[in-house]
């Protein structure tokens, strides 16, 4: 299973809402990533998990909460969010140590 | 600051036309990676290059490795509407970096 797989496809949240995004991969990968991706732009690393600890903050704002509540699964907490978070968000895994990511097919976000 | 320079930032081709995509920086990558997304999907790996001076092929795709290792290029052959996308490269230097991608548009 070469598969990471992100639910849901579409979300649609007002700025008052909690909601949370899901990804899990079966691959056996020991590090896991958040990234968010603006329209023909590269995607940006918040955070990453290597063995379910997070290793990397990129001084995301605290509305945005992670979570890897084990090897395969990724949740990504969100609250209060801004008009500006609206993104594609992507989740990827990786060998640990290895620099080669398997992407999942994201998340579709619009916050009104 | 390290930095992955690609070029073209776009580019719209006929069908069948051949081009090719640059990326460049001033480290040293132990390995680079070239992905392809297309419109509301993730980036899908399509290959990576480790030696300096390696090429390798995918069907109508080739992929070169610099031989100092700072440079990778990737070359399609008879452009065909399906390879519509953005392509990315990334590499490490001890941090994963990407490149600012490539939007390419083939028209049929």
């Known amino acids: 299973d070469t598969e990471v797989t992100q639910t849901p496809k579409h979300l649609v949240m007002g700025m008052t809402n909690k909601k949370s995004l899901k990804c899990e991969q079966h691959?056996?990968?020991?590090?896991m990533y958040w990234y968010k991706q603006k329209a023909k732009k590269p995607p940006e690393l918040m955070f990453v998990?290597?063995?379910?600890?997070?290793?990397i903050n990129e001084s995301v704002p605290s509305r945005f909460s992670p979570e890897c509540p084990n090897s395969s699964l990724l949740n990504l907490h969100l609250h209060a969010l801004q008009p500006e978070d609206s993104a594609l968000y992507l989740c990827?895994?990786?060998?640990?140590?290895?620099?080669?990511?398997?992407f999942g097919p994201g998340t579709r976000l619009t916050v009104t | 600051t390290q930095l992955l320079e690609q070029s073209p930032q776009f580019l719209s081709i006929q069908e069948g036309e051949n081009l090719t995509v640059y990326c460049n920086s001033s480290?040293?990558?132990?390995?680079l990676q070239w992905y392809r997304q297309e419109p509301g999907e993730g980036p899908v790996l399509l290959v990576t290059?480790?030696?300096?001076?390696e090429v390798k092929k995918l069907k109508r795709l080739t992929f070169q490795f610099g031989d100092a290792r700072k440079d990778s290029s990737l070359h399609i052959t008879a452009a065909q509407p399906g390879d519509t996308g953005l392509y990315l490269c990334?590499?490490?230097?001890?941090?994963?970096?990407f490149g600012q991608g490539t939007t390419l548009q083939v028209k049929p």
């Open positions: 998990y290597s063995y379910e600890k997070l290793s």
């Open positions: 691959m056996g990968h020991r590090a």
């Open positions: 480290s040293v990558f132990s390995s």
């Open positions: 290059v480790v030696t300096g001076g």
């Open positions: 990334s590499g490490n230097t001890g941090k994963l970096i």
């Open positions: 990827a895994s990786s060998p640990l140590g290895g620099w080669e990511q398997y």
